[in-house]
């Protein structure tokens, strides 16, 4: 008998397990694939390693700063600041038609650039910054937090080109919902992004999941791999226990899932019906070029671009074709500035992400699959360099994954990179002792995730304390 | 245990939950939420080590009782002087 069992060992699931295994709990982190981190993962392909997710950790904060995210959730998981190793941005833009702004880990530079290029709403601007919700407000009590964030920003900013540009990389970075964004989550993206920055370990997204499974086996908690749930057997309102897919009938106290709000409602014996409905509609694919340069040598020193070509910013399934071209964001990894004895990594790497409809790229034949996939990441590149340098005959090898690499990786419905539009804050379900954490509890991105992962534990099942 | 016992022990958790803060400078009459930035979370964990390590129980209505670390160690002396420090 687990004290918890946990659904899922992406970082909501793997930081909420070394909670709990840190007070003594009995603990088994379930995970369906093969491999640990859900959306934020990583593979290895012709002698390269590749990321799945992971562009950049957000919420950067220095060493030594003792408020946000970032030291909140290393002090609740008794890790170093040195742990993560995280090397800071070079800088990041937004790119329009005609105009740029670019931003990085002092937020006054983003501030100055707007200055710069729309004088008239600085002022703006600031009450944009005036009106955020502390993170403190967020477990969406608060009223502002369900409002329209456009509603919100047309209330402070008059010129709707600033309103799209400041959009357009938190809906990219946080936003299930098409078309708008709930200001609550809003608030956490601008301030994970303009206000706080990005950073990532030289290693990427695998040394802190390393660290993470490090800590969590550390402490005596159990992993088991290729080990998906097939059903939470649930009698009177209560779980008792999950049974595998290969038969295997685990007992536990209580649920702790990172699978998604309708993904694990459809795993509870006592639904018939879940409403699929309510499933996210928004996936990606990204096209990753290996070049044999480093893209400074071409001249593109961005970390991360976001571009889009026209003055609005279409946040939405694509409404034909397999992908959505018009914006997409550009990442590369060699833009960091990496500690002098780590280096520079050994390939250049440009991974570029677009707008991608889950349901075409199922339905595509095999072979059809994997022509796309060279078709697509053609489109994509040719749209990209329109804001950027042709980086395309320095390009040695790629790979591209898709709604379906997503969906294998995350078991979400759609491939829904960000899970449902309506977020479950509180982290219940109809079942007393089932509590949801990840994307589908409320924040997202990976500082996002793991705080989901420790204050669900803390709530639900740390406390009451038996 | 003594009261300089229990305040090693305090220092001792302190350090688990910030292992990169310096505590050699801690004010012992201030509060820790002032000096270390120690949000709820952070006070539910001295609690829950304090569980974890010695089996003392620190009901919710006392938590106020341990703002400051003479005030944490004042609070504790009645439920850990019959503690052996290990």
Redesign the interface.
């Known amino acids: 008998m687990y004290d918890t069992i946990i659904i899922g060992a992406g970082m909501s699931g793997l930081a909420a397990g070394i909670r709990l295994a840190h007070?003594?709990q009995r603990v088994c982190i379930l995970e369906r694939h093969y491999t640990i981190g859900g959306l934020n993962s990583f593979y290895r392909m012709n002698g390269r390693d590749y990321d799945v997710g992971l562009h950049a950790m957000t919420n950067f904060s220095r060493?030594?700063t003792?408020?946000g995210p970032l030291?909140?959730l290393?002090?609740?998981l008794?890790?170093?600041?040195d742990d993560f190793q995280l090397a800071e941005q070079l800088g990041s833009e937004i790119r329009f038609p005609g105009v740029s702004l670019q931003f990085g880990n002092d937020a006054e530079l983003l501030r100055s650039e707007i200055a710069e290029h729309f004088p008239d709403q600085v002022d703006g601007y600031d009450r944009v910054v005036g009106r955020l919700l502390d993170y403190d407000d967020l477990d969406g009590d608060n009223p502002d937090f369900l409002r329209s964030s456009r509603e919100v920003l047309a209330e402070c900013i008059s010129e709707p080109l600033l309103v799209e540009m400041l959009l357009c990389p938190l809906m990219w970075y946080g936003n299930a919902r098409q078309n708008d964004m709930d200001f609550g989550q809003f608030c956490i993206m601008f301030r994970a992004c303009y206000l706080e920055g990005f950073a990532r370990p030289f290693k990427g997204v695998r040394l802190i999941l390393k660290n993470l499974v490090r800590k969590f086996r550390g402490l005596g908690g159990e992993l088991k791999l290729r080990s998906g749930v097939s059903r939470i057997h649930v009698e009177d309102g209560h779980a008792t226990g999950v049974v595998l897919d290969d038969g295997t009938e685990l007992e536990g106290r209580r649920i702790l899932s990172s699978a998604g709000a309708i993904e694990t409602l459809r795993l509870c014996d006592d639904i018939t019906e879940a409403e699929v409905a309510k499933a996210g509609q928004l996936s990606f694919i990204e096209s990753i070029s290996i070049l044999d340069k480093q893209p400074q040598q071409l001249g593109f020193d961005r970390t991360i671009l976001f571009y889009n070509d026209s003055e609005r910013f279409h946040w939405q399934r694509p409404e034909t074709g397999l992908c959505d071209v018009r914006t997409g964001v550009v990442c590369s990894p060699n833009n960091y500035a990496y500690a002098p004895d780590e280096g520079s990594l050994p390939d250049g790497i440009i991974r570029i992400t677009t707008l991608a409809d889950h349901d075409r790229w199922c339905a595509l034949s095999d072979k059809a699959y994997r022509a796309e996939k060279v078709v697509q990441q053609d489109a994509a590149i040719e749209s990209a360099i329109r804001f950027m340098p042709d980086f395309r005959r320095h390009v040695i090898d790629a790979d591209v994954f898709t709604p379906k690499t997503i969906r294998r990786f995350t078991w979400h419905d759609n491939g829904a990179v960000y899970g449902a539009p309506e977020k479950q804050l509180d982290g219940t379900t109809h079942v007393d002792n089932l509590y949801l954490c990840g994307t589908d509890q409320g924040f997202v991105g990976i500082v996002g995730a793991i705080v989901s992962g420790?204050?669900m534990a803390?709530r639900y099942c740390?406390?009451p304390?038996e | 245990m003594t009261n300089d016992e229990i305040r090693e022990e305090i220092i001792d958790i302190l350090e688990d939950i910030a292992p990169d803060e310096d505590l050699g400078d801690l004010d012992d009459e201030k509060s820790f939420r002032d000096q270390l930035e120690l949000d709820s979370m952070d006070f539910l964990d001295i609690v829950m080590e304090l569980r974890k390590r010695h089996r003392v129980q620190v009901p919710e209505e006392d938590y106020p009782q341990l703002a400051s670390m003479a005030s944490t160690v004042a609070y504790l002396e009645p439920k850990m002087r019959d503690i052996v420090k290990n």
Request: hydrophobic content about 35%; glycine content about 4%; cysteine-free.
């Open positions: 007070f003594d060493k030594g003792k408020t030291p909140k290393l002090r609740q008794r890790l170093r600041w420790i204050s803390n740390l406390r304390m």
